[in-house]
């Protein structure tokens, strides 16, 4: 549910919009534009539209979507999220970049240290690999996070790494990673959504390569519903018939998500290809689409990567791509 206020509510009139609705036993969302928005948080099953017609409402009315937190008709303005000291949604583009991996220290500091130069703001690594074959690398693990998080402290530079499990949440606490990402694969591990809408770290939520723009954004639903309201959506290609390269970046999602939500919205050029060639045209038309940033792997020495080679860049084709983009940021 959302109560819109007049443009002439006194702050006295929308705190007692507030009140009632704690009363109620429901929790409010502020939204100040041109005019103040109050959404409803909880269960409004119950309550009936006209119990809020106060003086200053306007109007009342039930959010028409499945996913309310989600959704730009409970919050209006662009949500900016931290990273760090990294605002993602803020109007500037924000490009991710690093090894697909962590493989060694040395890897990691020389990575980190070449994407930074180039542009990027915030380290992507991967200390826990999901990988379809049992015998892959697997990620180096809690030593991964070790790493990551010495990286961040001698480079200056946020970090984000993918979460597998439940049991890794304590681990990751311990580390103080900045950023806590979703693979496709668990889009919809809703036990893992719930806990990390416990949280107040950011959370990166990529689309599984068969999911719906509803399922999608159901997931991060599941993430706000519990109390967390930082969230970045992903979008990293979907699954269809062709076979010249991975998937299929679809940036139709992108344009319509910023329709749809409030919520930040990346691409992922890297993972939806899988091709290196086409990762600057398919980052530019990500940025062109209207992409809050980028999720981009840029390795030292990509012939030597553990995982992933064939869509790493080295750090001068990094350099290159994000000159290429200038004209975009």
Partial sequence: MIILMKKSATEAEIQAVIDKIRKAGNEPHVDKGISTLIGVRGDTTRLE????????????????????????????????????????????????????????????????????????????????????SPYAFQGLGEEGLKFLAETRKEVKIPIVTEIMNIGQMDLFAKYDIDCYQVGARNMQNFDM???????????????????????????????????????????RGIRTFETAYRNVLDLTAVALVKNLSHLPIIADPSHATGVKKLIPPMSRASLAAGADGLLIEAHINPKTALCDASQQLTIKEFQDLMGQLKDLM
Avoid at 89 to 94: C, E, L, R, Y
Avoid at 209 to 224: G, H, Q, R, V
């Fill in 193 to 235: 959504l719930k806990e990390l809408g416990k949280i107040k770290k950011a959370v990166l939520l990529k689309r599984g390569p068969s999911a719906t723009i509803e399922e999608f954004l159901l997931s991060a639903e599941y993430i706000m519903s519990f109390g967390n309201p930082r969230v970045i959506l992903c979008e």
């Fill in 49 to 132: 539209e006209n119990e809020f017609m106060l003086e200053g409402v306007d109007q009342v009315k039930r959010v028409s979507s499945k996913y309310k937190e989600v959704s730009r008709e409970f919050h209006q303005q662009n949500s900016k999220i931290k990273v760090g000291d990294v605002t993602v949604g803020g109007g500037k583009p924000v490009i991710m970049a690093g090894p697909c991996a962590v493989e060694t220290r040395e890897q990691l500091l020389e990575s980190a240290r070449g994407v930074k130069a180039a542009g990027a703001q915030i380290l992507r690594g991967g200390a826990f690999k999901p990988r379809t």
